[in-house]
Structures are given as C-alpha cells and as structure tokens.
C-alpha cells in the first residue's frame, strides 16, 4: 500500500500525505501485482561532458552532488555523477576512453536518457515475469558488492535504445546503504548556491514521457501492460492533442500506485512537421522527450530557475486573458495574474487543477527537455494545456527552422 515510503523518500523527508499532492499517488494491493515496483531508482542520462553537466544541473536546478564513478575510482570507461534532488536520483555519465559504447551512444543521440531505473523488491520474480512475456533481458540478474553491502541488478529493453535497469537495494533483509551503487564513492561538491536560493527547486520525479514513431503507440502501451503489469490511466487523441500544423497521440501508462508513469507519443498526421518528428529526427529514433519534476511550490521554483539562467517556453497574453480560461479553472492558489507573469499554465479536471510550465531544451539538439508540474488533486497531465502548449512548441521549431 502507500503508506510504504522508499528510501529516496524518507531521506527526502518527505511524507505520503506529501506524495499524493506531488506525485498524484494513490492507493494499491502490491500483493496482486505481477512485477511490482517500489518506485524509481534512477535516471541514467550519456552526455557529452558530464563534468560540465554536473555543474550544469547544481548550479542552474539545484540540484545536490552525493556520488561519482571514473578513473580514480577504477572506471577507465567513463565518468559519473550521481545528482540528487528530493526523492529524485539522476546518473550523468559521459565517456572517457574515446572508444566507450557511451561515445558511440552520444555521437547518434546526443544528450539523452539511456537509462529509466526502477527500484523492485524482487528483482528475480521481475526478470522471469519479463522474460515471460516477451520482454527482451539485456542484463541478465547480476550481484554487486562493496564495504556498504549487496545490489541484484538486470536490465530489460524497452523502445529506442532505452533500457529499465532493475534495481534490488534490499538483499537478505539488509539494505544497501552506499551512496548510490557499487563502483562509486561519496562526493560532494565545493559549489555554493546563491543567497536565497530555495532548498531544492523539486522534490520528486513525476513522470517520464516517451516518443514513438508513428504507429508504434499502441505497442509498447501493450508491452507495459503486459511485461510490467501497467495500467492504462489516460488517453489523448484528435482534437484534444492537435493544432492547425501538427498532431500527435499520447497514452499514458503508470504502476499500480501512480508512482511510476509513463506517457507514450507517436505522431499523428498533420499539414507540418510535429514536435514528435522533430524529435525523432534529431535524436534518431524513439527516446525520452520530457521529465516532469514535481514541486509544491512552481512560482518559487520558476522564479529561481530563471535566476540561474534556465530558459522557459512562452505563453502570450491571450492565453490568460480568456474568459473561458478564467471560467473552467476557478479560484487557484495563486492569482492568474501572477501565473502569466511567470508563463506558468494552469489546468483543472474533476479531481482538481495543477501548474505546469514547461522548458527549451536542455542540450544543443531539440530533445531532451524538463516540465515542473504542481498538483492540487489533480491526477491529469494538463489536457486542456496541450494546444497552448503545443503552439508554444511550434513557435520554437519556427525559430529552428524545424516546423
């Protein structure tokens, strides 16, 4: 049930109640579930200089050095930092030896995700449930161990060249307790954060959406089902998911108790160029597009962003100016006024309302990029956002070039 925290969590201090609102959980019998899931582990990105990008991600989002793997430590492939935020781990790693498979994996994608590691209970009873149906092993079960004590890892296929490592902290009854796995020691960071910056910017990790090629959709929304026991939680086709250019479909699948959600576009037919193609083109296949980070409190976290030089997606005027608007979201939190101030978009559905706003990309190539998302109730992902945000989307391919 929910009221099991993992360990990100409690270390995060953060609570269920805390959860629910962050993160949209809800409550589940694990004991019904075929590969249950304790929550995320990881989010393994290859990028082109990890050094740089570990000070990228302190200094712009805030985020807390705690562990690293590379020569001095063994590594002579390649180096990595482990980041932290809240109850969210992200892994960057980039290549050392120049014949590295990450300097093979960069050179055809660029920055990007390769890796969507999920914490398991039983990381056996998952591989054979994979195994089963279908699923490609591309790790078979490995043990791990250093003087902090025991990791069970493997890892399953899933689309693009992106992989699920499965990842057992929990051996024998005991927890490993090293700073991330075996083969990285602790690490701080001589980086000071500016005066007044927020404790952390987000707390938690929300969801991760993945682009497909067109008519692949439908077939790893099946695979989750299937090979992980996923249940399907919305769906976004036609006119909900369209502009006058371009279209695209979305599903969205998650675990039992919501903690795990994964979105799946595909483009759709349209009279140009959509953010999906775009992405596929430049990426070179299906990868993941977005992370949406979770944070209690999205004026205080864009307001700090944008001081540390993190760029935003525009919203025009009309956007909060429309009377419909104003109608179907209701009281907020905060007044519109200050949302358009800071280009924050706002939806509501008939568990509640959330904010999102969304930002360019992070790297060179138009990919990879991040969403801060606050919820109040709502279990949704911002339908009624989707055409604004989408233009916005448009405009920025304009600018490439790209639509």
């Known amino acids: 049930m929910t009221d099991t925290l993992t360990a990100q969590e409690r270390d995060a201090h953060l609570d269920v109640e805390q959860l629910k609102q962050l993160v949209g ?18 989010v393994v990105f290859v990028v082109g200089n990890a050094t740089q990008a570990a000070h990228y991600y302190q200094s712009a989002w805030g985020m807390e050095l705690v562990a690293y793997s590379g020569p001095e430590t063994g590594n002579r492939d390649h180096v990595s930092f482990v980041l932290r935020s809240g109850s ?61 004590g025991r990791v069970l890892v493997a890892a399953i296929a899933t689309y693009g060249e992106t992989r699920h490592s499965l990842v057992q902290r929990v051996v024998d009854g005991v927890r490993y307790d090293g700073p991330y796995l075996p083969g990285h020691v602790e690490r701080t960071s001589s980086y000071q954060p500016r005066q007044g910056q927020p404790k952390r910017i987000f707390q938690a990790l929300d969801h991760v959406v993945g682009n497909v090629e067109l008519g ?20 976004f086709v036609g006119d909900d998911i369209a502009t006058d250019y371009s279209a695209l479909m979305s599903k969205v699948v998650a675990n039992g108790n919501h903690r795990v959600k994964f979105p799946l576009n595909e483009p759709a037919v349209g009279k140009r160029k959509s953010q999906i193609d775009e992405y596929l083109e ?26 540390n030089g993190v760029e935003f997606l525009d919203t025009p005027d009309s956007y909060y100016e429309d009377e419909e608007l104003r109608s179907r979201i209701g009281e907020v939190r905060v007044p519109v006024e200050e949302l358009q101030k800071r280009k ?49 989307i448009e405009r920025e391919q304009e600018r490439r070039g790209n639509l």
């Open 344 to 392: 924050i978009l706002v939806d509501r559905d008939e568990d509640g309302y959330l904010l999102q706003i969304f930002c360019k990309p992070l790297g060179d190539r138009p990919t990879v990029f991040f969403e801060l998302i606050e919820r109040h109730g709502s279990l949704g992902f911002g339908k009624g956002n989707f055409k604004a945000l989408f233009e916005a």
């Open 282 to 307: 430049f990426y070179r296949g299906a990868g993941a597009q977005h992370l949406a980070v979770a944070t209690n409190d999205i004026l205080a976290s864009v307001d700090a962003l944008r001081a």
């Open 25 to 42: 959980l809800v409550e589940y019998d694990e004991s019904t579930d075929v590969f249950p899931v304790t929550g995320w582990d990881a």
């Open 216 to 235: 692949h959709m439908d077939e790893w929304v099946a695979f989750y089902n299937r090979v992980m026991g996923f249940v399907n939680m919305a769906e």
């Open 88 to 148: 969210i781990r992200f892994v960057l790693q980039g290549a050392v030896d120049p014949d590295s498979p990450l300097a093979d994996h960069h050179r055809r994608h660029g920055d990007g995700v390769v890796d969507i590691a999920l914490e398991v209970p039983d990381v056996h009873r998952c591989v054979e449930q994979a195994r089963t149906a279908g699923a490609t092993v591309v790790q078979e079960v490995q043990e791990l161990s250093d003087e902090h």
